[in-house]
């Protein structure tokens, strides 16, 4: 059994109430002792103000001045929900409910649902763009699917800041924000989508918030039960509070003052929802006796992080502005960041694969590398890069671990394994437990090695691998534990949702980002247009694009890369620039305004490698010829909508030739060709080696590898040799 390289999954549980102040510095530790009466918490990135709440609640429940089930933590994501859960049970504090405010108010609806309405809880809206597209047919509105998506928003705004239709019009214009169509055009399908609601009997997310606050203010029963419950609230990323939030708080809260909040107004990203930092900034007004605490110590990233982080800031302006702090790392020195420049977005892509391959080779855990970007439709073209280039990336949050049916299959074998006695022999205590976890989920379909092929086998296997990691963390963390004692872990932990971190580069958008933290991080597509998107138009909304590019820059721990791309496509004009942002901040650029004491880094700006050797023209739609520019087509090498000459035989033929490619390698099947190049293959039909290098995701490297057999296949007949080809000699290794 290899010793994990990371930090141990199971740090020893402090011993006594004051142990687990022993990890804070002394403004945290005023934080996690002060409880009693109002908190505020205003500090910067990384300052350890999710440490400081979490070990205070701990705290407060070891020392036996909060019941566990008295205190109610609401966090922004699913995912931080899970997080602290399992820092409160590290630290003692099981019990202590942490959630979003969403599903702590789903939670309480479900439970007085049939009191103080009647009946069953209506069900979810499971797919709401849908039937707000039912909506506009309704009003006879058609709508495509950008402005369908945008629609959406705007409803969902309207709940959040509790606008009727009737004010949309109004309250829009005030606000500034962007309208996607006539104002009153989307009050009447705000309008007619509220009627569908009920007509269908279903409510939607913004609802079981209205209805709770609707609950608690009508019923003085119901609003009793819940507060005699909930005494001390504690809430994370305040600033990003909705109004409608802040009054679901104030009614648990009824009038009492025991609430804790922490918050940075400097990372505000949710103001497009409708949230606001004005009730961070407005707290001490709000309750003037709070004990208001500031924490600057950077624990989080390297001093080069941290200058760049506070460069940033330097040059915010409006409200939130006011009140930044400047950062102070405590780490040891770091690498500078990266910044690199590519001639398109697939070459800007390739890069990012290629570093994160260094950085695994040097020792980084894929688990502890991200790849950021602005939106999720950013995330194919890295997504393809990675599996090009053979390196394990997740897009899903990890939250639902134990809900997934191989992990609850394997938690159900464990506990028979256990059952039957091995587990209870202190002979299988120690190291004998993983090897014993590792015998009985290979029954599953757990091997050593990962299996080949993507998809549904791969994922399921990658659960078992991480349940595997897990068993290794605790017998090392406790050499005398046996088997039951893991399967009562799991449970513990599955009730606590805290999933062992599945192995795999993070993607994500810069906005899911928020409170996390990796040792790599990579911001990728850093453009005008992107950073800031083109639609923030006033100054708040570059405001709040700067501050979103800040939570980014700050989730790094030692390694930061940032990138752009100056072309989207292959061969297109290069008419992109570098983020604005970025302006004084990057090396070679011109310094905005004066005084900038935040010197740019020294390393340089790189141009991407790949970016010198690729001679590819635009590529264009073998069935259109409209230019092509979205990654995926490009790997079609047709538009998306154009019919497809698919040979659907060789396609098959193709498949079984990668699977075996792929078992004899022990990689997965993508690691051979991904599932578009594969797509594209069978489509275009190459007759010789020129045609088939020319598909996208068929380097001089595969083509030398595999080009005869798949011609071969192809033609169905036997292939010529094909290094050499003269065609091939510029295309750039993958
Ligand atoms: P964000 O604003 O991004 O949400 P945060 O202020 O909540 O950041 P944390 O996530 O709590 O910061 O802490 C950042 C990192 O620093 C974590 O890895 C945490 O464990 C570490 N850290 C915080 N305080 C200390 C401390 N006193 N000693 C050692 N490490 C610390
Ligand atoms: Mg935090």
């Keep these: 059994m290899t010793a994990p390289t990371h930090t141990s999954l199971f740090p020893a549980v402090p011993d006594s109430p004051d142990a687990v102040l022993d990890g804070l510095d002394p403004e945290q530790r005023e934080v996690a002792t002060a409880l009693h009466g109002p908190v505020c918490v205003l500090a910067g990135a990384g300052t350890g103000k999710t440490r400081a709440i979490t070990h205070r609640i701990a705290y407060g429940v070891r020392a036996g001045i909060l019941q566990p089930g008295s205190v109610l933590a609401v966090t922004f994501t699913a995912r931080a929900a899970g997080e602290m859960r399992g820092r409160l049970r590290q630290l003692g504090a099981g019990g202590v409910q942490a959630r979003t405010f969403h599903s702590a108010a789903l939670r309480q609806l479900q439970y007085f649902w049939p009191r103080a309405i009647g009946g069953e809880m209506p069900r979810l809206v499971e797919r709401k763009v849908q039937l707000v597209a039912e909506a506009g047919a309704r009003c006879r509105i058609r709508l495509d699917r950008s402005e369908l998506r945008d629609v959406t928003g705007e409803i969902e705004w309207c709940k959040v800041t509790q606008t009727v239709p009737e004010d949309y019009p109004a309250a829009a214009a005030k606000s500034g924000r962007e309208v996607p169509r006539d104002p009153a055009e989307i009050a009447k399908i705000y309008t007619a989508y509220e009627q569908l609601k009920r007509d269908r009997g279903v409510i939607d997310f913004e609802d079981v918030l209205l209805l709770t606050v609707g609950v608690l203010q009508e019923r003085p029963d119901v609003a009793d039960t819940i507060r005699s419950q909930y005494q001390h609230f504690v809430v994370d990323e305040y600033q990003d509070v909705s109004p409608l939030q802040q009054r679901l708080l104030d009614l648990w809260l009824g009038g009492r003052d025991t609430i804790c909040v922490v918050g940075d107004a400097s990372q505000t990203i949710y103001s497009f929802t409708g949230a606001t930092p004005d009730y961070l900034l407005g707290f001490r007004s709000r309750h003037p006796e709070a004990t208001v605490v500031k924490l600057v110590r950077d624990y989080r990233s390297t001093p080069q992080v941290v200058q760049l982080a506070n460069g940033l800031l330097s040059q915010a302006r409006g409200q939130a502005a006011q009140h930044r702090l400047e950062l102070v790392s405590q780490r040891e020195p770091g690498p500078e960041p990266g910044y690199t420049e590519y001639v398109d977005e697939p070459t800007e892509a390739e890069g990012t694969a290629r570093r994160i391959k260094e950085l695994i080779a040097g020792g980084v855990r894929p688990s502890e590398i991200a790849i950021l970007y602005r939106i999720n439709a950013q995330s194919e073209v890295y997504e393809q890069a990675l599996a090009d280039a ?149 100054d708040e909304q570059v405001e709040e694009e700067r501050r979103l590019l800040y939570v980014g820059v700050t989730r790094a721990r030692l390694h930061l890369f940032l990138s752009w791309a100056l072309s989207r496509s ?63 087509e490009i790997k079609l090498m047709r538009c998306e909508d154009c019919p497809s000459d698919l040979d659907e035989g060789l396609y098959e033929r193709l498949r079984d030739w990668r699977m075996e490619q792929a078992r004899e390698l022990g990689q997965p099947a993508y690691c051979v060709f991904t599932d578009k190049t594969l797509l594209a293959i069978a489509e275009v039909r190459p007759a010789g080696p020129a045609e088939l290098s020319a598909i996208a995701g068929v380097g001089s490297r595969k083509l030398d590898k595999y080009g005869a057999e798949v011609l071969a296949l192809c033609t169905g007949g036997d292939a010529g040799p094909v290094a050499g080809d003269e065609a091939v000699a510029e295309e750039p290794e993958k």
């Design 390 to 538: 053979g390196v394990p990336y997740q897009l899903r949050g990890a939250e639902r671990f134990f809900d997934r049916p191989e992990v609850r299959e394997a938690g159900l074998l464990l506990r028979g394994a256990a059952r039957a006695g091995a587990g209870s022999d202190p002979g299988m205590a120690g190291t004998e437990v993983p090897e014993h976890v590792r015998a009985v989920l290979s029954s599953r379909g757990w091997t050593a090695e990962a299996p080949a092929g993507s998809g549904a086998v791969r994922d399921r296997w990658e659960s078992l691998a991480a349940l595997v990691r897990l068993a290794d963390d605790f017998a090392l963390a406790r050499p005398e534990a046996t088997l039951s004692d893991l399967v009562a872990e799991l449970d513990e932990r599955a009730s606590a949702q805290h999933a062992p971190t599945v192995e795999g580069v993070t993607l994500a958008s810069l906005h899911a980002a928020k409170g996390l933290e990796w040792d790599a991080v990579f911001l990728v597509g850093l453009t005008e247009g992107m950073m800031p998107i083109t639609y923030a138009k006033t």
């Design 570 to 632: 292959p061969g297109g004009r290069a008419t992109r620039k570098p983020s604005r942002f970025l302006d004084g901040l990057r090396p070679g650029s011109a310094t905005r305004g004066t005084g900038n004491r935040f010197a740019a880094g020294t390393g340089g700006i790189e141009r991407g490698v790949a970016a010198a050797k690729r001679k590819r023209g635009p590529v264009r739609c073998r069935v259109c010829g409209r230019t092509l520019s979205e990654a995926g």
